[in-house]
């Protein structure tokens, strides 16, 4: 018999995890309790830009192995296995996740399974929560439900969700009984088959492996960055010293490239969550290493805004600045906590006249700042600036030459804050460009 699978919650996770498990060939039902979000994704339009995943969710759509509804008491009764993908994001207090949807998702369906049935947690998690909602099922549950759970935590990066989802690094799996456990294993027969390293342990591991993942990745990019300030201070090559560092097979290159820091919606909340979680168990000392993760990360963006503000010799106000790229990273529309998007706001703030330009992230960045403006290209963005500054790595932004933006501009300045241009063109064309970790010093003309 097949398997039937339903995924609770289709934003970014979730979406992406149940178009791929109709693309491994299982029935699947996808759960939100927004029903103009479930409208969308049955007509096959997907709410976010997410390079395959469109595709994906038309072809199961169209297959008929994928569908979507708002009703729990239909999906209840249909599944088998129940995954787990609603948000947890930041509490309005700034500590600690919002674990409102997780709780009432599982609520909803502890209330109304009857017979047997597995509940998957895949949202990210302080750790105890599966323990938790074990005793939030057992006193929701039927007297003739059998309800087991498990914690399968999701490593997908945005930009990569389906390659990540379709074949993972590794996998990992909480499970306190043999049948969960074989219920997983038949669900992720194909990774598994490819050899895809797999780690059964128990809930609070499987929580922790994800939040230590996002911590030692955050940790890894404001190591680099804590680095830039002191080449930016003394003098150095940031992106050299890295490159030095990274021949170390113990610490590898990636996530170590300098520049605006990181964003989006997991890395910055997760560390905090971390810290919340643990000063709640008492280790208010344990994980202080984050505040300070934190702390060098947001310093990126007033890194920026200052550089800015000498490159302009202190005018700010009335300045023309086009900002390329306000999402958080490319290939995504995703701007929350996107450190471009926070600098073209203290950049507007600081009085200057700012034209963004992303090639898919203007809309998202519109709703949450209407104030500033948004150029549809290009060409319009840079037009007449007096600065430009390069703070997503966008492929089109990566590409750019001298030639490009010279006949626009009314000044030939630019920031790079992904560290992606080589510098001897733009300088040979009579650019002044700094990128991060470069000691600035105009005085001496040493660009
Ligand atoms: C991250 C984790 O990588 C993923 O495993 C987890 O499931 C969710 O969180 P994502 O948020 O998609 O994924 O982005 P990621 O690619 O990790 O980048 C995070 C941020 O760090 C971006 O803003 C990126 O620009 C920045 N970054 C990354 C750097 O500033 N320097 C680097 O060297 C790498």
Not at 379 to 398: H, I, Q, S, Y
């Amino acid at each position: 018999m097949s398997m039937k699978i339903s995924v609770i919650g289709t934003g970014y996770l979730g979406a992406t995890h149940a178009a791929c498990m109709a693309e491994l060939g299982f029935e699947v039902i996808g759960v939100d309790v927004d029903p103009a979000k479930i409208e969308a994704l049955s007509e096959g339009k997907l709410p976010f830009h997410e390079p395959g995943l469109g595709e994906l969710l038309r072809k199961h759509v169209a297959s008929g192995r994928l569908r979507f509804t708002t009703d729990y008491e239909e999906v209840a009764s249909w599944a088998d296995v129940h995954f787990i993908g609603v948000g947890t994001p930041q509490r309005a207090d700034g500590h600690g996740a919002d674990m409102r949807f997780v709780d009432a998702s599982v609520a909803e369906l502890a209330t109304r399974i009857r017979g047997t049935a597995l509940i998957v947690g895949k949202s990210t998690v302080p750790v105890g929560t599966a323990r938790r909602l074990r005793g939030l099922i057992a006193a929701n549950a039927h007297t003739d439900a059998q309800i087991s759970l498990a914690w399968n935590p999701e490593f997908l990066r945005e930009g990569f969700a389906v390659a990540d989802t379709m074949s993972p690094d590794r996998l990992v799996l909480g499970v306190e009984d043999a049948t969960s456990e074989a219920i997983l294993r038949r669900v992720y027969a194909q990774a598994l088959e490819a050899d895809t390293p797999l780690i059964v342990t128990d809930f609070e591991t499987a929580e922790l492996v994800k939040v230590a993942a996002n911590a030692f990745l955050a940790t890894k990019i404001s190591f680099i960055n804590s680095f830039a300030e002191v080449t930016e201070t003394i003098g150095g090559d940031i992106t050299v010293l890295a490159d030095a560092l990274g021949h170390d097979a113990r610490i590898g290159r990636k996530f170590l490239n300098a520049g605006v820091g990181f964003g989006g919606g997991c890395l910055p909340k997760d560390i905090r969550a971390l810290q919340a979680r643990t000063s709640e168990l008492g280790l208010t000392h344990t994980m202080g290493f984050l505040a300070e993760v934190d702390e060098i990360n947001l310093r990126r963006r007033e890194r920026v805004v200052r550089l800015a503000q000498t490159m302009l010799n202190d005018k700010l106000v009335g300045a023309r600045i086009a900002v390329l790229g306000v999402t958080f990273k490319p290939d995504s529309d995703d701007v929350r906590d996107s450190p471009a998007l926070d600098i073209a706001v203290r950049l507007f703030n600081a009085g200057a006249d700012v034209l963004v330009y992303d090639p898919k992230g203007n809309k998202n960045a519109a709703e949450r700042f209407p104030r500033l403006q948004y150029a549809d290209d290009l060409p319009e963005a840079v037009k007449d600036a007096d600065l430009v500054l390069l703070l997503t790595e966008w492929a089109e932004f990566k590409a750019l030459v001298p030639a490009d933006l010279e006949e626009l501009v009314a000044t030939k300045r630019i920031i790079d804050g992904r560290n992606v241009l080589d510098r001897a063109p733009w300088r040979d064309a009579g650019w002044e460009i700094v990128r991060m970790g470069q000691h600035y010093a105009p005085l001496d003309g040493e660009l």
